[in-house]
Every structure is written in structure tokens, then in C-alpha cells.
């Protein structure tokens, strides 16, 4: 119900547009998160927005770098990333849930995940 797209290779420095479309759930009523896991290492936060947009929410790590927003009349989120860092390269995935949320466990729905990988 989740699909995200727009992963792939960048050099440091570089910016890339992350997308998570939905389908299947009224997306509006919806809480999206990004999240990220690099390998060997667990899920960890990365950007969240509130329902309608107006409560944005970054970890310290990608905060004035990335850019979390959302089009509900297109059912996607969106997250831009820039000036990218190799320790930025995991696998990114979207989520949505009924609150604005840090934590893994607050949301019920998962998209499958886009590789970004940030080469030095």
C-alpha cells in the first residue's frame, strides 16, 4: 500500500528526491514517516509530518539537509535530500500512521524500502 521510489547512487554532495505513493488507504487521515537502515545497523528516524503538513519533525543528522513535505491530493510524500553524505547511504522506507511519531512502532503501514547509496 506504500511504494517508494527514487533511490540510487549519488555522489557526496548530491541531492536525490525520495517519493512514497500510496494506494489503498485514505492518506489524507495519515501520519508519514521516513526511516532509514543501514546495513548492520538498526531502523532509525529520519523525517515525519502530521496528517495535514503542519507538525515536521527531522533528526538532528539530516536536519537543514533533508526536507520532508506531502501532497495529499496525490496521495505521496516526498522527501528531498541534499548535500549527501556517505553515512546517509541505507535503505530508505516510508511509513504512515494515525500520529506523528519518532518511533518505529507507531506506524501500520510499511513501503518495501529505496536504496540510496552516497559514494565518497
Known amino acids: 500500500q506504500l511504494q517508494a521510489s527514487g533511490g540510487g547512487l549519488v555522489q557526496a554532495g548530491g541531492s536525490l528526491r525520495l517519493s512514497c505513493a500510496a494506494s489503498?488507504?485514505?492518506?489524507?487521515?495519515?501520519?508519514t514517516g521516513w526511516f532509514r537502515q543501514a546495513p548492520g545497523k538498526d531502523r532509525e528516524f529520519v523525517a515525519a509530518?502530521?496528517?495535514?503538513?503542519?507538525?515536521?519533525w527531522y533528526a538532528d543528522s539530516v536536519k537543514g539537509r533533508f526536507t520532508i513535505s506531502r501532497r495529499n491530493a496525490r496521495n505521496t510524500v516526498y522527501l528531498q535530500m541534499n548535500i549527501l553524505k556517505p553515512e546517509d547511504t541505507a535503505v530508505y522506507y516510508c511509513?504512515?500512521?494515525?500520529?506523528?511519531?519518532?518511533?518505529?512502532?507507531?506506524?501500520?503501514?510499511w513501503g518495501q524500502g529505496t536504496k540510496v547509496t552516497v559514494s565518497s
Open positions: 509530518i502530521s496528517w495535514e503538513g503542519s507538525d515536521i
Open positions: 511509513a504512515a500512521g494515525e500520529v506523528t511519531s519518532r518511533n518505529t512502532y507507531d506506524y501500520d503501514y
Open positions: 489503498g488507504l485514505t492518506f489524507s487521515n495519515y501520519a
